[in-house]
């Protein structure tokens, strides 16, 4: 009995991690395609690789938030 709960708890455990990779990674509204959670964890913002990455480095700096003005 010990077994199958920890089978089930394993399931558990592995869907609801799919489902909030799966939220995490959704595009925003209006977008095609949004950078996964482990391409932006791969990113080196000590020497970023092109133009996306330089400004996504950018925005971590100031807080991770898209400017309003």
């Known amino acids: ?3 199958v709960d920890q089978y089930s ?3 558990l455990r592995d869907f609801v991690a799919a489902v909030i990779s799966e939220v ?3 595009p ?3 977008m095609k395609r949004r950078w996964s959670v482990g391409y932006k964890r791969s990113i080196d913002c000590s020497h970023p690789k092109g133009f996306s990455q330089k ?3 950018k925005r971590q700096r100031r807080g991770g938030k ?3 003005d």
Do not use: L, T
């Open 1 to 3: 009995m010990e077994d």
């Open 9 to 11: 708890e394993s399931i």
């Open 24 to 26: 995490a990674n959704a």
């Open 28 to 30: 925003r509204k209006g």
């Open 55 to 57: 400004n996504y480095c």
């Open 66 to 68: 898209y400017r309003d």
